[in-house]
Antibody
Framework: EVQLVESGGGLVQPGGSLRLSCAAS????????MHWVRQVPGKGLVWVSR????????AYADSVEGRFTISRDSAKNTAYLQMNSLRVEDTAVYYC???????????WGQGTLVTVSS | EIVLTQSPGTLSLSPGERATLSCRAS???????LAWYQQKPGQAPRLLIH???SRATGIPDRFSGSGSGTDFTLTISRLEPEDFAVYFC?????????FGQGTRLEIK
């Protein structure tokens, strides 16, 4: 069974940092691209970042470029999102998702809440 | 970036009725790289349709997708109680990946 489990969310002050983790199981992790998507509760979905299966091909939404860094560790079957210089507007539930061979997101984690507040 | 506009914002229907949800793109979606997701309160989104019209694994055949270019439709032929949720469209053919703002399907 494919499972994605996020962790690392919490309360942080503006300007602070957090590292989110996405532990994957039930599939060949190294063969899939991975993404982070965020959602303000009650609002829509916003794509944040993605990392290719080689760990080199990365991309970011303009709103997080230069502040967030995505990475992966195939030995640990885990993807990461390092978030620096956090802003109040980064407050959201962060989901990791697996990209299928077609590019859609066929599996999602349960999400982890990040709250940026003083 | 490609902006996806979903309509209506809220759709009020009864179980057994047919639901038609629309997703319009600001520019053509390449290779029909359009997906639909269902999200229930407190849950992660679930993939329903990919490639505009292909059902994901385990999705009932009352769900169908159609369209190409800039206009796409998700149809639920006969609503079941568990279908009342929020639905999002997504284009994944052009970077950055974008989502529509969602359509809330509520019980009338």
């Amino acid at each position: 069974e494919v499972q994605l489990v996020e962790s690392g969310g919490g309360l942080v002050q503006p300007g602070g940092s957090l590292r989110l983790s996405c532990a994957a199981s039930g599939f060949a992790f190294s063969g899939y691209w991975m993404h982070w998507v965020r959602q303000v509760p009650g609002k829509g979905l916003v794509w944040v970042s993605r990392v290719g299966n080689d760990g080199v091909a990365t991309a970011y939404a303009d709103s997080v470029e230069g502040r967030f860094t995505i990475s992966r560790d195939s030995a640990k079957n885990t993807a990461y999102l390092q978030m620096n210089s956090l802003r109040v507007e980064d407050t959201a539930v962060y989901y990791c998702a697996r990209s299928s061979s077609w590019g859609d997101f066929d599996y999602w984690g349960q999400g982890t809440l990040v709250t940026v507040s003083s | 970036e490609i902006v996806l506009t979903q309509s209506p914002g809220t759709l009020s229907l009864s179980p057994g009725e047919r639901a038609t949800l629309s997703c319009r793109a600001s520019q053509s979606v390449i290779r029909t790289s359009l997906a639909w997701y269902q999200q229930k309160p407190g849950q992660a989104p679930r993939l329903l349709i990919h490639g505009a019209s292909s059902r994901a694994t385990g999705i009932p055949d009352r769900f169908s997708g159609s369209g190409s270019g800039t206009d796409f439709t998700l149809t639920i032929s006969r609503l079941e109680p568990e279908d009342f949720a929020v639905y999002f469209c997504q284009q994944y053919g052009t970077s950055p990946i974008t989502f529509g703002q969602g359509t809330r399907l509520e019980i009338k």
